[in-house]
């Protein structure tokens, strides 16, 4: 079992399989980061008493960038829907049920629209909670320096986290930019390649075949 705070990583078969398939797919800067999603989130959790099951919240955390991997990136889907895919794939590989495994991929499918998850189950809800909080540092004050700290030690964040992980991001993406339609990732592409246009919103309603 790991534990620096009040949370420990979950001390089952099923989580350490999958500390070992993260460790292995995705780099150094994903898999920690990832693993420190899961405290922030189980931490999250506990602050306001929701009551979740932390296998279910760990998968979800530590799967939910494994789209941005060439391993699990796909030529034409969202990288969230791609490390969902995979979180499905290795949960049902594990007799999960099928209601469990439902919620780790709306979880992750999710963690980059804002505003929704936070109604909905805690484990879809929490899961954005910790990536907002480590990469967007929203919340960031609502965790003590000890556990800020506590977390940091035990998963690097590096010297330069912040333009690693835009370029990590950009690097998983780039090839199918047209995914990022309605979703924060636009913004990733628009700011490594300034001639990038986005799908504009308005003007697929305008050009589509339907008559004024």
Same mark, same amino acid.
């Given at each position: 079992?790991?534990?620096?705070?009040?949370?420990?990583?979950?001390?089952?078969?099923?989580?350490?399989?999958?500390?070992?398939?993260?460790?292995?797919?995705?780099?150094?800067?994903?898999?920690?980061?990832?693993?420190?999603?899961?405290?922030?989130?189980?931490?999250?959790?506990?602050?306001?008493?929701?009551?979740?099951?932390?296998?279910?919240?760990?998968?979800?955390?530590?799967?939910?960038?494994?789209?941005?991997?060439?391993?699990?990136?796909?030529? !034409?889907?969202?990288?969230?829907? /791609?490390?969902?895919?995979?979180? %499905?794939?290795?949960? *049902? &590989?594990?007799?999960?049920? @099928? =209601?469990?495994?439902?919620?780790?991929?709306?979880?992750?499918?999710?963690?980059?629209?804002?505003?929704?998850?936070?109604?909905?189950?805690?484990?879809?809800?929490?899961?954005?909670?910790?990536?907002?909080?480590?990469?967007?540092?929203?919340?960031? !004050?609502?965790?003590?320096?000890? /556990?800020?700290?506590?977390?940091? %030690?035990?998963?690097? *964040? &590096?010297?330069?986290?912040? @333009? =690693?992980?835009?370029?990590?991001?950009?690097?998983?993406?780039?090839?199918?930019?047209?995914?990022?339609?309605?979703?924060?990732?636009?913004?990733?592409?628009?700011?490594?390649?300034?001639?990038?246009?986005?799908?504009?919103?308005?003007?697929?309603?305008?050009?589509?075949?339907?008559?004024?």
């Amino acid at each position: 079992m790991t534990t620096f705070t009040d949370i420990a990583v979950p001390d089952s078969r099923l989580a350490r399989e999958i500390t070992e398939l993260v460790r292995d797919t995705e780099s150094p800067l994903l898999f920690h980061h990832s693993s420190r999603v899961y405290h922030f989130a189980a931490l999250g959790g506990k602050q306001r008493d929701l009551r979740f099951d932390p296998e279910l919240l760990y998968a979800g955390a530590m799967f939910h960038d494994m789209g941005l991997t060439h391993a699990h990136s796909s030529a !034409d889907e969202r990288f969230e829907v /791609d490390g969902a895919n995979a979180a %499905r794939q290795f949960l *049902r &590989g594990h007799g999960i049920a @099928e =209601a469990d495994i439902n919620i780790v991929w709306t979880a992750i499918a999710l963690h980059t629209t804002p505003g929704i998850p936070q109604h909905m189950h805690p484990i879809i809800a929490l899961v954005t909670t910790g990536v907002e909080m480590d990469v967007l540092g929203i919340g960031y !004050d609502h965790f003590s320096s000890e /556990d800020r700290d506590a977390i940091i %030690r035990a998963h690097p *964040r &590096g010297d330069r986290f912040k @333009e =690693a992980i835009i370029q990590t991001f950009y690097d998983g993406i780039k090839h199918k930019p047209d995914t990022t339609f309605g979703n924060v990732k636009a913004d990733v592409i628009s700011d490594k390649e300034k001639a990038f246009a986005p799908t504009n919103f308005c003007h697929i309603i305008r050009c589509s075949s339907w008559p004024n």
